[in-house]
C-alpha cells in the first residue's frame, strides 16, 4: 500500500523560506512521478510542481515559478518543494501525491495516492 507523508509546514513571514518534505513507502518510488499540490481555505485543491521518477523533468503553476524548486531523492524515497519568496497567497495546505505514471501531470486525476496534507502559513 503506498503512502505519503509530508512534513516542513509552519508559519513564516511574507518574504521567508520554507522546505516540505514527502517521504514515501509501498512501492518502488523512482518509477513514478511526484506532485505537489496546495488547497487554500474555500477554493479548489491546484497543482503546484511536479517532477519525473527518473528524468528529473519538472513543470511548476505560473504563480510559483522562479520562487519554488520541486526535486527528488529516490535513495531516500523522499520528494522535495523548497519555497523562496512566499507570499501570503500561499497559504495553504500542502499535499504530495502520486500516481501510476512515470511522466509529470498536472491534473488532480492523474494522481491516485495523496498524503495527509501540511499547512503553510505565510503572514504578511
Known amino acids: 500500500q503506498v503512502q505519503l507523508v509530508e512534513s516542513g509546514g509552519g508559519l513564516v513571514q511574507a518574504g521567508g523560506s520554507l522546505r516540505l518534505s514527502c517521504a514515501a513507502s509501498g512501492r518502488t518510488f523512482a518509477n513514478y512521478a511526484m506532485a505537489w499540490f496546495r488547497q487554500a481555505p474555500g477554493k479548489e485543491r491546484e497543482f503546484v510542481a511536479a517532477i519525473s521518477g527518473t528524468e528529473r523533468i519538472t513543470y511548476y503553476a505560473d504563480s510559483v515559478k522562479g520562487r519554488f524548486t520541486i526535486s527528488r531523492d529516490n535513495a531516500k524515497n523522499t520528494v522535495y518543494l523548497q519555497m523562496i519568496g512566499l507570499k501570503p497567497e500561499d497559504t495553504a495546505v500542502y499535499y504530495c501525491?502520486?500516481?501510476?505514471?512515470?511522466?509529470?501531470?498536472?491534473?488532480?486525476?492523474?494522481?491516485?495516492?495523496w498524503g495527509q496534507g501540511t499547512q503553510v502559513t505565510v503572514s504578511s
Open positions: 501525491a502520486t500516481g501510476g505514471n512515470s511522466w509529470p501531470r498536472k491534473a488532480r486525476f492523474d494522481y491516485d495516492y
